[in-house]
Structures are given as C-alpha cells and as structure tokens.
T-cell receptor, first 112, second 113 residues
Framework: DAKTTQPNSMESNEEEPVHLPCNHS???????IHWYRQLPSQGPEYVIH???SNVNNRMASLAIAEDRKSSTLILHRATLRDAAVYYC?????????????FGTGTRLTIIP | KAGVTQTPRYLIKTRGQQVTLSCSPI?????VSWYQQTPGQGLQFLFE???????NKGNFPGRFSGRQFSNSRSEMNVSTLELGDSALYLC????????????FGPGTRLTVL
C-alpha cells in the first residue's frame, strides 16, 4: 500500500477554518484518497473521499493537488466537536478489498 | 438505522485465557472487518469477512481468529491471551463494493492481566 504522511498534531481556534495536509507522493493513478476521523472514545468515522477533483460534503471539503501527490482536508468552521485524530488513507480500487491501512494521523486540537 | 454494535464494551482477562468478542453490523451490510488499536501500533487490520467467508487477513498470529454467521454478525476469538493483546478491538461494517465507507462500532476494550 502507498504511504501517507501527516503532521502529528495541529491546533486551531474555534470557528476558524482548518486545513489538514496529507502527502502521498507514491500514490498510484487509481488510488482514491479517503479521510476518516476518530473522536475521543469512539471508533473512526468516514469524512470524505476523492480521486482527482475537489470534493465537498456536509462535513468537509477535500482539495487534491493537480499531481495528486498531496491533498488537504478542509473544515470550514471548526467546532469543539471536531477535535479528533484525522487519518488520510489511500484505497486501491479493488472490489472486495475493505481493508483500511491507517497511519498515525493528525491529532487536531480546537482552542475555544 | 441502528449503528454497528459491539459486545461487551469492556473485558478483563488473565494471561492464557481465551476471549470472544461480538459484532453486529448495520442491517444489510455483508462485510465485517476487525481492527486492533493500541497506543504503540495504532490501528491495525485483523481480518475481514464477507458472506461467512474470510476474504482478507492482516498480519496477526493464528491465535486471532474470527467467523461470520449467516445474519452477518461476526465474532472474533483470541486464544492464549498475552499481555500485548490488551487493546481496543474495533469492528467495522460496509455494504462492500468500490469505495463504500466503513462504519465503525465503539469497540471492545480488552485488558489482559
């Protein structure tokens, strides 16, 4: 599996945008970029995923570099509930391969 | 729709014992995956079951095993427990297919004394 690199930790003020970076320089042409987050004392939850184009959903936006070697998860207006560990994961398009390979993730702290 | 449920939530065992953890997936989900989470190794994939068959397997010793029933409920078993097996065990279910999101349960916290 191609590897991802994320900062160990980040801090952000409440109600401000947060940009969480992820480097994946060895990404293959068909790998999708997925983001999950794990709130304290909970299992991980899906946030968003994309291939080439930028993606938006009700939780966040995903900006993907033109060369696909990096991506950024954007939380438009952070709340205290967004404090979590955020994982950037590459998934190959193999039907039936449900395995998620988690890295160390970024621990996001929201400052009130 | 009810989420993924795992029982028990907390468990304390002693070395050498065996343990069985249970996972009930979201209704209609046929794929169930298991993960181990420890402070040192992070989240690691154990195995995945689909239609009662193990479809994918991680790099864990044979003491870790699992099964899936016809209603998609799954169990994992750890035999001859070691101190290092203390961890949060997470179960995830999905519809299975391309890029389907995985839905995780709250986990079972296993402590081995």
């Amino acid at each position: 599996d191609a590897k991802t690199t994320q900062p160990n930790s980040m801090e952000s003020n409440e109600e401000e945008p947060v940009h969480l970076p992820c480097n994946h320089s060895t990404i293959s042409g068909t790998d999708y970029i997925h983001w999950y987050r794990q709130l304290p004392s909970q299992g991980p939850e899906y946030v968003i995923h994309g291939l080439t184009s930028n993606v938006n959903n009700r939780m966040a936006s995903l900006a993907i570099a033109e060369d696909r070697k990096s991506s950024t998860l954007i939380l438009h207006r952070a709340t205290l509930r967004d404090a979590a560990v955020y994982y950037c994961i590459l998934r190959a398009p193999n039907f039936g391969n449900e395995k998620l390979t988690f890295g160390t993730g970024t621990r996001l702290t929201i400052i009130p | 729709k009810a989420g993924v449920t795992q029982t028990p939530r907390y468990l304390i065992k002693t070395r050498g014992q065996q343990v069985t953890l249970s996972c009930s997936p979201i209704s209609g989900h046929r794929s169930v995956s298991w993960y181990q989470q420890t402070p040192g190794q992070g989240l690691q994939f154990l195995f995945e079951y689909f239609s009662e068959t193990q479809r994918n397997k991680g790099n864990f010793p044979g003491r870790f095993s699992g099964r899936q029933f016809s209603n998609s409920r799954s169990e994992m078993n750890v035999s001859t427990l070691e101190l290092g097996d203390s961890a949060l065990y997470l179960c995830a279910s999905s519809l299975s297919g391309y890029y389907n999101e995985q839905f995780f349960g709250p986990g079972t916290r296993l402590t081995v004394l």
